[in-house]
């Protein structure tokens, strides 16, 4: 039975509630639930318009029409496929007789009106898939991938794709699951839910695509003009001594430098959300010095609750806490054992923000670093966790977005503009709360820097377009080594052309705890600054410094257009050339802005390497030699520099390369 609204088809049969709705310019959101209602559930759509739909239907049949996208249901069980005019898209799977299988399966669970929920597609022969989000692997065309639809440390699930076949598809569940895209079927699963939700978006190209994504689940700040420039980081300064004495260095140097971080264990106690004076005394003196010099001071913000913290007892009453369903013991232990604060829970976000804007924002800072933003459990027991909003099985990948709107809110509430904070993991729709992802606590190794060009690229391709790598990887590394050496020069390198220039890792040797308690019970690594890497290093990195000072009037555009339009500071190659068919093969170059080809060099000792060029006229950004498109050549690639090109037209000029 069909029933209409003026921007939806609702159809009810056999137990099924059925809902097509317009979700934007050429947008369906599909949800279908046995429930008998749709609740309100955490979601990324948050800014949709809905268009009049056109519906023709018959007692089994109906096509809905949004723009380009058509959606046509078909028989008993109402099968959809999806069209753009004739072309189509994208259809369910159904195997009804003999198979008994469905296009969309609900397993009842023992909790009332929730199920275990999967949903089928067709494989299409030859597709191509992109986004989904942060998965440490090399692999840029996810065709063939199963990949877990959970949170961990460096791994970040975003569940949107833009497909070859010209459209992009939502999975619009926070709840635990996998997804499949196997050469026999795309499965979707979600282990705890009341309906299945997903949204289609129809576009002649990856950008149309990717901007009518963005227009449905929000776009960035404008990035501030500080966090264009380079940030300096290593786990950990233990001491306001040592933190001054390397931002007094990049000075003495005349080396810019935009941010400095205050990593963790600078508190008393996990929870406490404060600085430990015994260590750094004067706070509010050390901001107001860095800040004379032009350096914002970044500190690290943990969701962890000792429960001898000073707010462990408040906060465990309240209910702030999140809870277990049993006891598996703490939620983590970094030398404390210590349990996550609920970022789902408005008290509890409003307790911890007015915590932090007491001891830290009152005092000037101004950009916050939200670690372990998963959370990352001390064992990924998903079925064992109880938020606020729900089981963490149904709601547990939305704890990054409250995380990051914690502290957006907090901010923008006094009045701050252009907000950005560090933070180690996002859900579909975390971009509009001003979040710059990382890549988490990677492995300083060469295949590690191959799977980052990979992750970033998806990332973007996700909706995600602020990101950036510990440069050098985060676990390890030896400044003397000169293998790590041309490592740390070539992360360096490719990191010049990410949205954010950021150095950050724990180098060996560990350095030994400074105390037993408080801020001084953690361990620290070596020096991680541009001189700790030997003479030839540490003037390739300089100049690096200075070609992206020289390149910030650029990078500003690149930024207004994430701000604006959504677009990705950095992005594949079929991004801007879909017609281009090697375009979509090629998953060890990018683009950074409209202008830059970026080939980063990911071997060791590699003195070059092949490029592609698609359609048009390119410069070699540093010899000035011009080359024709739709070729691959031999590009050099000293230890000094990647190679990069300018495309003919560009508002870059050559002359900025001149290191």
Known sequence: MFSFEKTALIRQNAGELLRIESCGPNALRVRATRAGAFSDKPSAVACASTPALLVEADEKNATVTNGKLRAVMEGDHGKLSFYCGDRLLLSEKLQAHPLKIFAREFKDRPEPGKYKITARFDAQPGEKIFGMGQYQQPQLNLKGSTLELAHRNSQAS??????????????????????????????????????????????????????????????????????????????????????????????????????????????????????????????????????EMGVELMVSIWPTVQNDSENYAEMKERGYLISDHRDNGPHASCYFDATFYDTTNPGAREFVWNTCKANYYDKGIRVFWLDEAEPEYKQYDFDNHQYYLGDCLEVGNYY?????????????????????????????????????VWSGDIMPT???????????????????????TDIGGFDGGKPESEEYRELMVRWFEYATFCPVLRMHGWREPALDPLSPTGGGACFSGSDNELWSYGETAYEIMKDHIFLRERMRPYIRTVMEAAHQKGTPPMRP???????????????????????????????????????????????????????????????????????????????????????
Request: glycine share 8%; charged share 25%.
């Open 158 to 291: 975003v569940p949107f794709l833009i497909s070859d076949r010209g459209y992009g598809f939502l999975w619009n569940l926070p709840a635990i699951g996998e997804v499949s895209f196997a050469e026999n079927v795309t499965k979707w699963t979600a282990e705890m839910a009341d309906s299945i939700d997903y949204v289609v978006i129809a576009g002649d190209t990856p950008a149309e695509i990717l901007e009518a994504y963005m227009d449905l689940t929000g776009k960035p700040p404008m990035m501030p003009e500080y966090a264009m420039g380079f940030w300096q980081s290593k786990l950990r300064y233990r001491t306001r001594e040592e933190l001054m004495g390397v931002a007094r260095e990049y000075k003495r140097r005349g080396i810019p430098l935009s941010v400095i971080v205050c990593d963790f264990f600078h508190w008393p106690h996990q929870g406490d959300f404060r600085f430990d004076e015994d260590y750094f005394p004067d706070p509010d003196g050390m901001i107001r010095e860095l800040k």
């Open 446 to 468: 060469f295949e590690s820097l191959r799977c980052q060009v990979s992750a970033g690229l998806n990332m973007a391709m996700a909706g995600i377009p602020w990101w950036t």
């Open 573 to 659: 190659l079929f991004y801007a050339y879909p017609e281009d068919a090697r375009a979509w093969e090629i998953d060890d170059e990018y683009l950074f802005g409209d202008d830059l080809l970026i080939a980063p060099v990911l071997t060791l000792g590699a003195r070059s390497r092949r490029v592609y060029l698609p359609a048009g006229t390119w410069t070699d950004a540093y010899t000035g030699r011009r080359y024709e498109g739709n070729t691959t050549l031999e590009a050099d690639a000293p230890l000094d520099r990647i190679p990069v090109f300018i495309r003919e037209g560009a508002t870059i000029p050559q002359e900025l390369f001149k290191i």
């Open 400 to 436: 990054p977005v409250t995380y990051a709107q914690n502290f957006y809110e907090g901010m923008q509430g006094e009045g701050q503009e252009n907000i950005l904070n560090l933070i180690r993991c996002a859900w579909a729709g975390s971009q509009k709360y001003g979040t710059l």
